[in-house]
Antibody, heavy 120, light 106 residues
Framework: QVQLVESGGGLVKPGGSLRLSCAASGFIFRDYYMSWIRQAPGKGLEWVSYFSSTGSSIYYADSVKGRFTISRDNAQNSLYLQMNRLRAEDTAVYYC?????????????WGQGTLVTVSS | IQMTQSPSALSASVGDRVNITCRASQSISTWLAWYQQYPGKAPKVLIYEASSLESGVPSRFSGSGSGPEFTLTISSLQPDDIATYYCQQYHSFPWTFGQGTKVEIK
């Protein structure tokens, strides 16, 4: 069965860095595009970043552009999010999600999320 | 592209028909999805391409609309439908979500 498991969240000081990981299993990882979506405590959903299945397209939300870097390792079936220069407003649960190019919804499976807290 | 959902919250009785509206700030054709989220859980997709029902989702959920205005309909509200619902456009980056609609039982 499809599984996405995020890890790497935690407490970090403003200006600090954190690297999130998303381990995928139960499907052919290289055939799917992947995204990070976040949700601040008590707030709505915010799409953060996208990495195409072919590796030819990467996109970021304006709120994280220049500070966050998305990457993937198809050999390891893993997605990553390197987060630098973290701010208090980056505090959120971070989800990874997959989508199939050309068909179906943009996020058909989600992980359980990992909490990032930015505070001094 | 800004996505505006209405209402932000609603209260209805079991068995009621419930409509949630989502309006895009520009045309997105039918590149719209709806998600259901329970507190403390990851969202789950209900509808994609505005009106396609995701596999395994109960048929009481349906989606309609195109261009700027869309509707998620729950034909007969059930206790298990108490959740927050989000629309999301994937016509162009940055992908954006509506602010959410919290559905409660009256």
């Amino acid at each position: 069965q499809v599984q996405l498991v995020e890890s790497g969240g935690g407490l970090v000081k403003p200006g600090g860095s954190l690297r999130l990981s998303c381990a995928a299993s139960g499907f052919i990882f290289r055939d799917y595009y992947m995204s990070w979506i976040r949700q601040a405590p008590g707030k709505g959903l915010e799409w953060v970043s996208y990495f195409s299945s072919t590796g030819s397209s990467i996109y970021y939300a304006d709120s994280v552009k220049g500070r966050f870097t998305i990457s993937r390792d198809n050999a390891q079936n893993s997605l990553y999010l390197q987060m630098n220069r973290l701010r208090a407003e980056d505090t959120a649960v971070y989800y990874c999600a997959r989508g199939a190019p050309g068909s179906g919804p943009p996020f058909d499976y989600w992980g359980q999320g990992t909490l990032v807290t930015v505070s001094s | 592209i800004q996505m505006t959902q209405s209402p932000s919250a609603l209260s209805a009785s079991v068995g009621d028909r419930v409509n949630i509206t989502c309006r895009a700030s520009q045309s997105i054709s039918t590149w719209l999805a709806w998600y259901q989220q329970y507190p403390g859980k990851a969202p789950k997709v209900l509808i994609y391409e505005a009106s396609s029902l995701e596999s395994g989702v109960p048929s009481r959920f349906s989606g309609s609309g195109s261009g700027p205005e869309f509707t998620l309909t729950i034909s007969s509200l059930q206790p298990d439908d108490i959740a927050t619902y989000y629309c999301q456009q994937y016509h162009s980056f940055p992908w954006t979500f509506g602010q959410g609609t919290k559905v409660e039982i009256k």
